[in-house]
């Protein structure tokens, strides 16, 4: 599992450490500089500690410790024979890390007044024809979106025309490194021309975080330089892991400096958790010799219309091959005949069961239900919250059953967390609207965790937002899931998840009643087995070690 420590919290963590003088700076650099590298060489002579003659790395240096991390990475990269430049957006750098820089003869540019700077273009030209750029503009201490002369040169770095300008401008060839080939403008940002040959551009790692990043919430409001890698100190950060400023991080890689146990030591609870698969095997209900259909779990699925027949497929085929018990099917007998014929193990009308899957292409409310289907997802919503013969049953509610609980809430007050809603964003602003809040899809999209913890404030379910990154949010410490892949934006994908998850509810069903954050975590195990089972086949099994992305050279 990865915890991710809020700015502040982990600025308490290193208070012991300074104290006690551990050179937190200095181990972080020396990381920074070693792990950086191997891809950077030549093919099977990836050692850290090679030297890299005619290796290019440019430094994107801000005003705080994060810009001094990157100039103590660079006396490091110096001693292995690197060709080094420190871009300084400020005339107020790290003293000290400045010094030893200069010491071991870092070559240095004050961009601090900015595109006036006489040295602007002609440093910019150098950053891209970098092999390797450290961005230390700003980390943890980083306040809103990056502003002044960082926030002009990540503008400048990212931006495709004003590159165009600043090349022709200036000789791209300057330094000792490895001839480039190619003719369209490489930027830093953004997604690729395509059609055209791009020329190489240079690895980026995030020193800590991508600059400009919101460290706790994720959101991004300002130009972010995205990296291809982010390497951490101390502890992950929440907004490595939320949405939008994941899609930012490149792959993540965490470097402890021993401020784990430091952290641990305050006694705080983390503010963010990702399930790995080693969590959901530990997790998973695996059937043993005493167990019969009934107490692995039964799930009743409320799904599907006459129009709308695939997703009831599609959801109780989810339920069945992710192990369930038994499947209960409640529909229309057009949409059970369909149901059945791709799943005959579907056992079709009433009886007892221990989690309800209810929404799949259900219609929205007031869009006509000729079948009554909302009326049996309001009656399954009830069995969650007044208990009946058996106990109190856990629902997941998906698409048009949302409609329901929004009347229901505005009814009868808050549910209980083992309802679990899984809107995606335009359904979540849908659902938060007809709760009295004015919010739109994009107020979503830009602060995910945000809108998600207030649907739990105003509803009382778990709450599960579904997208690239699926974020989840119970009474407990909240979860984002990055599983599976883009692959998986595709109509019924949803479904699926539905059904999974109904699975899981069923098998912890009395569990899931109990203890009020375990539908928050179930809800993230089921995103995980989702993501991992729509991803390709060839990167099904990811390597839990850090590898390179495939565009880093030679
Ligand atoms: N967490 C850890 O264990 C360690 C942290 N270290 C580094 O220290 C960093 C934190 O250093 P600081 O506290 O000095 O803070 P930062 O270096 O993250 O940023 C503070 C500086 O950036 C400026 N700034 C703030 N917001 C800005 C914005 N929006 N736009 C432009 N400039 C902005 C401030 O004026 C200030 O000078 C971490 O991110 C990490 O890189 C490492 O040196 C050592 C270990
Ligand atoms: N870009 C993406 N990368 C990874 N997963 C995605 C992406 N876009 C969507 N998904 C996942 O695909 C599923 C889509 O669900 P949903 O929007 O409800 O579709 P539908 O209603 O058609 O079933 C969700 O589980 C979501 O997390
Ligand atoms: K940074």
Redesign the pocket.
Known sequence: MIEAWSAEDVRAAEVPLLESGVPLMEMAAFMLATTSTPALLPTGSGDELDALPGVRVALLVGSGANGGDALQAGVVLLGREADVVAACVSENVHEEALAAYVEAGGRVVDLSAGPSSPDWSSTLADILASDLVLDGLVGIGATGPLRGVAEDLVRSLTGADELARTLESTSTSTGPGPARKGTAIATLGGRPATGKTERPRPVIVAVDTPSGIGVDDGTVEGPVLTADVTLTFGATKPGLLLPPAAHHAGDLHFIDLGLSQSIAEQGAEPALRRLDLKDVADLWPVPGPWDDKYSRGVVGVVAGTPAYPG?AV?ATTAAVRTGAGMVRYLGPDAVASSVLAARPEVVPGTGRVQAWAIG?GLPTEGAGDDAGQLALARAALQEAVTPGEHGAVPVVV??GGLDVVSLLVQDGGPLPAHVVL???AG?LARLLRSLGERVHRADVEAAPLAHARRAHELTGATVLL?????VVVGPGVPYSQ?D??????????????TGILGTLLAAFSEEAVEDPELPARLAAAA?LV??VA?VPPTRAVRSPRWTWPARSRR
């Open positions: 997703a599609l799949p998906d698409a899984t809107p995606h359904e579904k997208g690239g990154v699926t990055a599976g892949s883009a692959w998986m934006a595709t109509a019924g994908s949803g479904d699926v998840l995103a989702h993501g729509g």
